[in-house]
């Protein structure tokens, strides 16, 4: 069966800081893979997705940036936080063949809190 | 474009009473339909999907939902609901290309339970 992992599970940075959020999948290959934003009361925002390794969409202009260095790793990333990257950041997976289009799995998430 | 509205932000319903969530969807074609739960702090779990086929699907924890295409809904329902259903829904439609998979989220709607 497939799992995927996120870490860290919380985790408090001060404004200006870096970041760097992993997200692992276990049980399949060649995934899609997404990483998702959600603001507090809020729905969830795409962030990027990726259909391979090393291609990377970004649906937002932000302070972020994703990178795919290994195929079921995906990787979330920013050089200088800011007050406004603090949320809940939701990975999933999809498989990227077959009859699941669409159909995506998300991790246990990490919240972020921006100081 | 595509979008997805939950006209309810919030429902609270009584321990073993029905309940019914809404879902209206703006689509050109056959839409990819999901239904998803979060318990607070956690992950999305998808409860079921719907791609083609028999309009009323059956997913887990006893939910099921209804595609009505002259309503543009996807309304998810459940018989009788316990107070472990406390938590917030998103429903999801299939967006773009099936090679990418994104899907557009509705804003949720968070469902109490009263003992």
């Given at each position: 069966s497939q799992t995927i992992h996120q870490w860290p599970a919380t985790l408090v940075q001060p404004v200006g800081s870096p970041l760097s959020l992993e997200c692992t999948v276990e049980g399949t290959s060649n995934p899609n893979l997404y990483w998702y934003r959600q603001a507090a009361g809020r729905g969830l925002q795409l962030l990027f997705y990726s259909v391979g390794i090393g291609q990377i969409s970004s649906e937002v202009p932000q302070n972020l940036s994703a990178s795919r260095p290994q195929d079921r790793q995906f990787i979330l990333s920013s050089k200088k936080l800011l007050l406004s990257d603090s949320g809940f950041y939701l990975c999933a997976w999809m498989r990227?063949?077959?009859?699941?289009?669409?159909e995506q799995y998300f991790g246990p998430g990490t919240r972020l809190t921006v100081t | 474009a595509q979008s997805v509205t939950q006209p309810d932000i919030h429902i609270t319903v009584s321990e073993g009473a029905s309940l019914e969530l809404r879902c209206n969807y703006s689509y050109g074609a056959t839409p990819y339909l999901f239904w998803y739960v979060q318990s607070p702090g956690q992950g999305l779990q998808l409860l079921l999907k719907y791609f083609?086929?028999?309009?009323l699907v059956q997913g887990i924890k006893g939910f099921e939902a209804e595609f009505k295409r002259s309503q543009s809904s996807f309304n998810l329902r459940k018989p009788s609901v316990h107070w472990s259903d406390a938590a917030e829904y998103f429903c999801a439609v299939g967006h773009g290309s099936s090679n990418t998979g994104k899907l557009i989220f509705g804003q949720g709607t968070t469902l109490q339970v009263k003992p």
């Open positions: 990227s063949s077959g009859l699941s289009s669409y | 083609s086929g028999d309009t």
